[in-house]
């Protein structure tokens, strides 16, 4: 039996379990990637750890998110991942220098190895043929200390590519047709390998965004093959020399297969405010725009830019719209510059921006009241763009570009002919602004500002856990609403006690002070609970608070990881209807958890009013189990070594 290319990637790659969806394995990482936001708790961790360096190569911190310096904080965190990558073996990319995704496609991604990243969307670099994963910051920097990553082995889904993409028509179209389909939940427990004829007239920068969005479905990883136009891209990128071939073998198999034709696909639109809120663009065409925004680790490479500089092509921006501009990398930045399609967009009046996350992250330019804001981005969670609200809208730069020349939602189409836009010969290489490890680290000192605080360990788990209902919410909560994002909490993100104020701060005002007045408590989810971003103060900052325990219909696979390296246990309901049984305010309790949890027992969860029982359920494998009842992952390495 031949096999798919996440089979060879695992070959060369396992170093514990049986690859059979459902079981628990563990990999080799060769590359690990860090971002601002979730990095400084990743490298506090890591010190937690007393390992002097990185043991994998190239370990990088990238400097995106956190960019507006309205305080100190963001400053100081930013030279702390400057000293601290210099000191223990890592390379900095400086802030302008890039959206990490973008850069690491760019400048790292290699194909046939394996990648670890403190963000979701790390999977982009699958569209090089690398199996990247996105997780908790406390799994990179197990990673960053040479150890294998564990995952529970999803199933591998073929999507079979046919046909050749339409006009107007790009890779966002193709991503958003998946999450038509499967929706935010539809890719729990999978990875996404592409293959078939299709594939060939989608190059590296149409691929990317495919891969990117693959967060969207809650998916484990994409990954496609490693071919001639991957070759292409490398040897553009002056680094043919790290390319191999990789492809699956004519006869391998998958759990599961889903075609597209490419030439049924139209353009597409995700309305408000889940991005798998999709409808053909021309379902809501004549839609009044108030904002665009094109940029985000999503859409911003040098194809997507010219894309949108041709649209304009000497006209003026609508004006009841404002456009902005992030391009994704300091090297699309430069290339812009320098050919001239940086000009053409000023003067078609838009408004650029530095190379960074900015409005995707809510890191500014929110949109008005009531305004609609179409942007080339992946996630349009309600309220993530600053504006209580707001009206967002995921779209193709294609879709976007002609919003803001006509002011509306329009069907492309109705342009005529599309821009055409080649991948470029050769980019623009220099990476001075990647700085590499020093060759000295005795001498380096790591310099730590004082919003800087330490990763607070928790107490273990108590014999019987007790606690009322904090919160009872429903289904596809992300960590968006545990723990928003946006330019005032963001600089909040190296101080667990400062940022746990703002946990469900738009969902529920008053969660906080519940949380200090009741000791603590539960929280009652529904299904997908925690999708999203990767950020782990979604669990560690609720944990401070005193939740010990979750009770969802089901949970995003990252969320759930990052509850379980924070000693809050994860609970499913063994019957979905239980769901409607519990009320917020109620006291109930989970009798003898530590004996049960480790005599594998099953739990229950019993009101302490009224004695009624609920059966609940966990899927923690022995090593994780260990690790709940210590604490988490931080208190567990302290206590057993
Ligand atoms: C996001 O897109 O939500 C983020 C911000 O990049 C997060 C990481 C974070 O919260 O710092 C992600 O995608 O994991
Ligand atoms: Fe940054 Fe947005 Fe990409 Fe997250 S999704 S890494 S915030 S650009």
């Not at 990179?140 to 040479?146: F, I, L, S």
């Not at 730069?397 to 470029?424: H, N």
């Not at 409607?580 to 949890?597: K, S």
């Not at 494998?621 to 992952?633: A, C, H, K, N, S």
Request: hydrophobic share 40%; glycine share 10%; aromatic share 6%.
């Amino acid at each position: 039996m031949g096999q798919n290319i996440v089979e060879k990637i695992l070959a060369t790659h396992l170093v514990e379990g049986d690859p059979v969806p459902g079981k628990e394995i563990a990999i080799r990482i060769d590359q690990t990637l860090l971002q601002d936001a979730t990095g400084t708790m990743a490298c506090l961790e890591f010190e937690a750890m007393g390992v002097p360096r990185v043991k994998v190569d190239p370990a990088v911190v990238y400097v995106d998110h956190n960019m507006l310096q309205v305080g100190f904080e963001n400053a100081d965190d930013h030279r702390f991942l400057q000293t601290f990558a210099a000191k223990h073996g890592m390379y900095f990319s400086k802030p302008g220098n890039g959206i990490c995704h973008q850069v690491h496609l760019q400048r790292f991604a290699v194909p046939g190895k394996t990648l670890l990243g403190s963000d979701s969307h790390t999977p982009m670099a699958g569209a090089l043929g690398m199996l990247a994963i996105g997780a908790g910051g406390l799994d990179v920097a197990m990673a960053m200390a040479g150890e294998p990553y564990h995952l529970i082995m999803p199933k591998v889904v073929l999507v079979r590519l046919t046909g050749r993409l339409g006009p107007w028509v790009s890779g966002k179209d193709v991503i958003l047709e998946l999450l038509r389909r499967l929706s935010v939940k539809g890719g729990v427990g999978k990875i996404f390998e592409f293959g078939g004829d299709g594939l060939q007239s989608l190059d590296i920068l149409q691929r990317a965004p495919i891969a990117n969005m693959i967060a969207e479905l809650g998916a484990t990883s994409a990954v496609f093959p490693s071919d001639e136009l991957t070759r292409r891209f490398l040897r553009a990128q002056k680094r043919e020399d790290q390319w191999v071939p990789l492809a699956a073998d004519p006869d391998a198999s998958y759990d599961e297969v889903i075609e597209i034709d490419l030439s049924t696909l139209e353009p597409l639109i995700a309305r408000p405010s889940s991005p798998d809120n999709v409808v053909p663009v021309r379902e809501v065409a004549g839609t009044p725009v108030a904002q665009v925004c094109v940029g985000s680790c999503q859409n911003s490479s040098y194809r997507d830019l010219r894309v949108v500089a041709e649209v304009l092509n000497g006209q003026t921006v609508h004006p009841s719209v404002s456009l902005t501009i992030t391009p994704g990398s300091r090297q699309v930045y430069e290339m812009v510059a320098r050919d001239g399609t940086l000009a053409q967009l000023i003067k078609a009046g838009a408004r650029i921006l530095e190379a960074s996350c900015g409005p995707c992250i809510g890191m500014g330019q929110a949109p008005p009241t009531g305004g609609v804001s179409v942007r080339t981005f992946n996630r349009n969670f309600p309220g993530r763009s600053g504006t209580p609200n707001d009206l967002v809208y995921l779209a193709s730069p294609e879709v976007a570009a002609v919003a803001a020349l006509t002011g509306r939602i329009t069907d492309p189409r109705e342009l005529g002919d599309p821009p055409r836009v080649d991948e470029p010969e050769e980019y623009i290489v220099d990476d001075r602004l990647i700085l590499p490890p020093s060759p000295e680290p005795e001498r380096v000192e790591i310099l730590r500002g004082p919003n800087i605080k330490p990763v607070p360990i928790p107490e273990p788990m108590p014999e019987t856990l007790r606690g009322r209902v904090l919160l009872k919410v429903g289904d596809n909560i992300t960590t968006d609403h545990i723990l928003p994002a946006g330019a005032k909490v963001l600089p909040l993100r190296s101080n667990i006690p400062a940022i746990s104020e703002y946990v469900y701060h738009h969902v529920d005002p008053g969660f906080v002070q519940r949380a200090k007045e009741w000791g603590g408590g539960f929280i009652v989810g529904g299904t997908n609970y925690g999708q999203g971003s990767s950020r782990e103060h979604a669990a560690i900052a609720p944990r401070y608070l005193g939740v010990r325990f979750v009770v969802a219909k089901s949970f995003a696979r990252i969320h759930w990881n990052n509850l379980v390296n924070f000693g809050i246990l994860p609970l499913t309901f063994a019957n979905e209807e239980d769901y409607e049984a519990i009320q917020q305010g109620e006291e109930w309790e989970i009798p003898e958890v530590r004996r049960r949890l480790m005599a594998g027992e099953p739990l229950v969860l019993r009101n302490v009013a009224t004695g009624k029982e609920i059966p609940v359920q966990h899927q923690l494998t022995p090593r994780q189990i260990e690790m709940v009842l210590d604490g988490g992952l931080l208190a567990h390495i302290r206590r057993r070594g």
